[in-house]
């Protein structure tokens, strides 16, 4: 079992940066890949990016590339996104998800966390 739980969204202005953390407790953390997603009101779930175990496999969605960054410190069991250059589309609740092995589909994610939610004004 794996419990993940997300900190750090908030009220943003476009051009700035906040910092997502994901906390997990439970057994054989470091073993997990973790997923980060969104979901604005009305759409469906999307893709953010991912980081593999051991943090040398990191992938992100083309409308997040060059201003998110995802890393790891397994010493912390947890997991950031850092968002720099926020934009109002960003605007959306952010999940981590873990899972054995990397995936881009939120359907083969195992473990969620509750969401936090990052709100961008222009």
């Known amino acids: 079992q794996v419990l993940l739980e997300e900190s750090g969204g908030g009220l943003a202005q476009a051009g700035d940066s906040l910092r997502l953390s994901c906390a997990a407790s439970?057994?054989?953390?470091?073993?997990?890949?973790r997923g980060w997603f969104r979901q604005a009101p009305g759409k469906e779930r999307e893709f953010v990016g991912y980081i593999s175990w051991t943090g040398d496999t990191v992938y992100y969605a083309e409308n997040v590339k060059g201003r998110f960054t995802i890393s790891r410190d397994n010493a912390k069991n947890t997991v950031y996104l850092q968002m720099n250059n926020l934009k109002p589309e960003d605007t959306a609740v952010y999940y981590c998800a873990a899972r054995l092995g990397v995936a881009r589909a939120p359907a083969d994610y195992r473990y969620w966390g509750q969401g936090t939610q990052v709100t961008v004004s222009s």
């Open positions: 439970g057994r054989a953390f470091s073993m997990y890949a």
